[in-house]
Nanobody, 114 residues
Framework: QVQLVESGGGLVQAGGSLRLSCVASGTIFRAGAMGWYRQAPGKQRELVAR???????NYADSVRGRFTISRDFVMNTVSLQMNSLKLEDTAVYYC????????WGQGTQVTVFS
């Protein structure tokens, strides 16, 4: 059974930093993509950042230059370093991993306050 478990969410003041981590178990995603999506209240879930098995990355325009995705291909983890956080970064952040099928974590809340 595949499980993605996120950690690292919380409350942070605008301009601050948080680091999210996700550990995958049940299968190895080395060849696939892992990444992060987020969903704010009343909005659709959106891609934040992802990294493919060959280390190509994609970032949402709104986070490029502030967020950095990284993966540990041995430990089957993906992390998201979030710097210069803004109020509009407030959302539930979901870890995502995919080979031929996609899997989601349960989500972790990130709240940025002024």
């Amino acid at each position: 059974q595949v499980q993605l478990v996120e950690s690292g969410g919380g409350l942070v003041q605008a301009g601050g930093s948080l680091r999210l981590s996700c550990v995958a178990s049940g299968t190895i995603f080395r060849a696939g993509a892992m990444g992060w999506y987020r969903q704010a209240p009343g909005k659709q879930r959106e891609l934040v950042a992802r990294m493919t098995g060959d280390r190509r990355t994609n970032y949402a325009d709104s986070v490029r230059g502030r967020f950095t995705i990284s993966r540990d291909f041995v430990m089957n983890t993906v992390s998201l370093q979030m710097n210069s956080l803004k109020l509009e970064d407030t959302a539930v952040y979901y870890c995502y991993a995919a080979l031929t099928t996609g899997f989601w974590g349960q989500g972790t809340q990130v709240t940025v306050f002024s």
